[in-house]
């Protein structure tokens, strides 16, 4: 299976803050890959595709890059209703997996 | 606007099969391919495995042994079958559709989840 290993784990910014996260892969996956944002309770919400195409109805603050075995992704302008936990995903091949999660809080 | 809708049972006895169904509204079963995905408490997560409306499937290996997705396309349903459950199966389940687009493939949609709980 490829491993999926985000950092950091938890992170605690301000509203206004500019945040960066980052998933590495355990072998090159190319762009197949993925983010998704979940809040207590909700369903996760896909936010990137293709490591860097944004889903229909996310806000362009969000964004996403890289390839190969390292991506990231960055919030221009954290929103209160950004605080949730990211996971990354890869799509490269089955089974799919999913990085263990970064917590976003509120500082 | 899709919609998926989870049912089943929340508290399950060990050995157990556990039996899922993922409800499709607002858009067609019979392309794309639906996934069912769980969360055990505490942790992240995790694909179990898909079916294509063809009824073509693909499980996780370490799950592959005890576990069946199906789809109806008359009732515009698919489900989960877990045999032999134990408290390591207690988890959200969340079913989800897959897009499959220039060989990307990504959860588009997905259910509220349900909680399985696995106790004696």
């Known amino acids: 299976d490829i491993q999926m290993t985000q950092s950091p784990s938890s992170l605690s910014a301000s509203v206004g803050d500019r945040v960066t996260i980052t998933c590495r892969a355990s072998q090159s996956i190319s762009t197949y890959f993925n983010w998704y944002q979940e809040k207590p309770g909700k369903a996760p919400k896909l936010l990137i595709y293709a490591a860097s195409s944004l889903q229909s109805g996310v806000p362009s603050r969000f964004s996403g890059s890289g390839s190969g075995t390292d991506f990231t992704l960055t919030i221009s302008s954290l929103q209160p209703e950004d605080f949730a936990t990211y996971y990354c995903?890869?799509?490269?091949?089955?089974?799919?997996?999913f990085g263990q999660g970064t917590k976003l809080e509120i500082k | 606007q899709v919609q998926l809708q989870e049912s089943g049972p929340g508290l399950m006895k060990p050995s157990e099969t556990l039996s899922l169904t993922c409800t499709v509204s607002?858009?067609?079963?019979?392309?794309?391919?639906w996934n069912w995905i769980r969360q055990p408490p505490g942790k992240g997560l995790e694909w179990i495995g898909y079916v294509y409306y063809s009824a073509n499937s693909n499980y996780k290996p370490s799950l592959e042994s005890r576990v069946t997705i199906s789809v109806d396309t008359s009732k515009n349903q698919f489900s989960l079958t877990l045999g032999s459950v134990t408290a390591a199966d207690t988890a959200v389940y969340y079913c989800?559709?897959?897009?499959?687009?220039?060989?990307?493939?990504?959860?588009?949609?997905w259910g509220q989840g349900t909680q399985v709980t696995v106790s004696s």
């Open positions: 607002g858009g067609s079963i019979s392309s794309n391919y």
């Open positions: 989800a559709r897959a897009r499959y687009n220039s060989g990307h493939y990504y959860f588009d949609y």
């Open positions: 995903q890869q799509s490269y091949s089955t089974p799919y997996t």
